[in-house]
């Protein structure tokens, strides 16, 4: 845990994540992953370590959560992981010039519903570019009002709840976290929607 600013503590959803991962860990050699508003990157770094070739990716108007990446990766053996600033919302040259993708990774990065579509329309994007990619994300219940569904449908999206009791993080407890109160977590498979919309 490095601090406690939205970046740059280690979240749960980042914990349930990871754990997913590692419950996946056989599919993940060769594949091509990029880890969006990663922070601390926990869940970009475990499918490293998993044999994945991983990009880590955060806003480039933070860089000290940029700086956290490559530190999470120098303190994890990793430095050849690349390191990238990626603004929701905004296409970049560095957006534009990425290298395909098989799994997009976000741990909590619906946190704040004024970037929900800006979040939504990168992921659309990269999709776009690589159709049989999918976006493996885990969030936070905060508010029964905050729903993607409106979005996902918006953007041609399709979604597939994964319970967490199917890989082992449906633990009331995660990483011993110091937030307050039960967190509810909930993870999800976010891919493009075919023509039917299936």
Known sequence: VLDSQYG???WPCAVVL???LWAHRRSLPGKRVLEVGAGVS??????AKCGAEVTLSDSEELPQCLRNCRRSCLLND?????VIGLTWGRVSPELLSLAPVDIILGSDVFFDPKDFEDILTTVYFLLEKN???QFWTTYQVRSADWSIEALLCKWKLKSIQIPLH????DKE???SSSLPGRHTIEMMIISLA?????
């Open 131 to 133: 159709p049989h990619a």
């Open 173 to 175: 407890h995660l990483a």
């Open 42 to 47: 926990l869940p970009g770094v475990v499918a």
């Open 8 to 10: 740059l503590y280690v």
């Open 194 to 198: 075919r023509s039917d919309g299936t």
């Open 78 to 82: 990793l430095p050849h992981v690349p």
């Open 166 to 169: 199917s890989f082992g993080a």
């Open 18 to 20: 990871a754990q997913y």
